[in-house]
């Protein structure tokens, strides 16, 4: 049981570098930091919840772009492409 503790916290900490890195090198780790804690939370763990690397990939490209449009952070709407495109257009009727 320990080691499979210490396996979780390792690829946790192993995807929060990576999430800290891309937001880094795209120029929005003060947009996500202007995130509440606890969404902040959530969205390291819903990177880390990916299947695989593409997947993990994937969630944190989805993380950033939609920083860069100023939406709401991806994991409240999921990595489904139509909830994505929910968002976009949830965006489009606020922005008037």
């Known amino acids: 049981m320990h080691r499979e503790f210490i396996a979780v916290a390792d690829r946790f900490q192993e995807t929060s570098g990576f ?3 891309a937001l ?4 929005l780790l003060d947009a996500f930091e202007s995130q509440p804690d ?6 390291m763990r819903w990177a880390d919840a990916a299947v695989d690397d ?3 990939e994937a969630r944190v490209s ?8 100023g939406l709401p952070l991806p994991f409240l709407y ?3 492409s139509r909830d994505r495109s929910k968002a ?3 965006s489009k009727m606020e922005q008037g």
């Open 62 to 69: 989805q993380l950033l772009d939609f920083l860069a449009r």
């Open 78 to 80: 999921g990595c489904d």
């Open 24 to 27: 880094r090198d795209f120029g």
């Open 88 to 90: 976009l257009q949830r």
């Open 54 to 56: 593409r997947d993990q």
């Open 38 to 43: 606890e969404d902040q939370a959530a969205c």
């Open 19 to 21: 999430v800290q890195r």
